[in-house]
């Protein structure tokens, strides 16, 4: 038996002629991951574009400095416009996993350093 990847498919905010409103993209909350780390962080779309057919978003950190673009299937909207603005996933226990996650690294450190000593 082999498995197959199941791709995601996503809907867009589009305009009255059919079109995907960029427009509606900017302004939103978004969650994307930092490039060889397993970590989300969450930021702020800037500006949206399409390039080739694809949603790209440019996304800043909401603390921090500097902007990527992402590609749409490549970030996780927390309020998404094709859903007349609500929130894409549940921000209760996506915050949860967050302070989990934290709570672990911290007494994964706090093991190590008292090894050491």
Do not use: C
Request: hydrophobic fraction near 40%.
């Amino acid at each position: 038996m082999t498995s197959t990847e199941v791709k995601p498919t996503f809907t867009y905010a589009r305009t009255a002629n059919g079109k995907i409103d960029t427009g509606a993209y900017k302004g939103i909350l978004v969650l994307f991951s930092i490039p060889d780390m397993d970590v989300k962080v969450e930021g702020t779309v800037i500006d949206a574009r399409i390039r080739y057919g694809h949603l790209d978003l440019l996304v800043s950190p909401t603390k921090g400095t500097g902007t990527k673009w992402f590609e749409r299937k490549n970030v996780i909207l927390l309020q998404d416009p094709a859903a007349g603005g609500a929130p894409a996933i549940d921000s209760q226990s996506e915050n949860q996993q967050v302070e989990q996650v934290v709570e672990s690294a911290r007494n994964a450190w706090g093991k190590l350093f008292r090894a050491k000593l």
